[in-house]
């Protein structure tokens, strides 16, 4: 089962290229795909626990309540939740 995800910051002052971290449970080990506003995040890592933590680059572009998404290798997707970014 795919869990949910959870970031602790929904707002925050940043360019594009800054990197944000997701906590979460059941990422699975690798091949997940973090989405910001419908664009794929870059530099997508692991955590040492792998199905608790992602890290990943914010990608071009700025905007409120851009939806962040978790995808994961077998189609499933975690729950939606927002973040505001500036270019």
Request: proline share 6%.
């Amino acid at each position: 089962v795919f869990g949910c995800m959870n970031v602790g910051v929904t707002t925050i002052d940043c360019a594009a290229g800054v990197a944000i971290t997701i906590e979460g449970n059941g990422f699975g080990p690798r091949g997940d795909v973090v989405l910001v506003g419908g664009e794929p995040c870059t530099n997508l890592t692991h955590g040492a626990v792998p199905d608790s933590r992602l890290t990943c680059t914010l990608p071009a572009g700025a905007g409120l309540n851009q939806e962040v998404r978790v995808l994961d290798v077998s189609g499933g997707s975690s729950n939606v939740l927002h973040l505001s970014y500036a270019p």
